[in-house]
């Protein structure tokens, strides 16, 4: 899901990374700019997801649960932090898959395209 993100958005902007690239600026540069973006909202996701669905899973539990059947649920904190750290490697590993794209913009093409 985050590499198709990661893909629209730069065929979304490929005009203007083509203008930064025209402008001077080195492709670790541009790379930057659009990963720092993806990592960012990476770890936005990642400090509201933990919570969010820890009450979500919560509330579910509560709601399943039966007189018969007792859902006894406790989860580690470590479980958390590998949670958080497995979903920040995807996105290191999606960023270092774009950077290809990146690096094979064609600038003439993307800034002779009429908007």
């Keep these: 899901m985050l590499f198709s ?14 203008s930064m690239k025209v402008l001077g600026f080195y492709d670790k540069e541009v790379h930057l700019y659009v990963n ?15 919570p969010v669905g820890r009450a979500l899973g919560g509330s579910l539990t509560y709601v399943l649960n039966m007189p018969s059947v007792h859902f006894a649920v406790y989860v580690e904190p470590i479980s958390y932090a590998i949670t958080a750290l497995i979903s920040f490697s995807f996105a290191l590993i999606v960023n270092l898959m774009t950077n290809k794209t990146l690096d094979h913009i064609d600038m003439i093409d993307s800034l002779k395209s009429v908007e």
């Design 5 to 18: 993100l990661s893909s629209t958005n730069i065929s979304e902007r490929t005009r203007e990374l083509a």
């Design 36 to 50: 720092k973006e993806t990592l960012i909202l990476t770890l936005i996701g990642i400090l509201l997801g933990l």
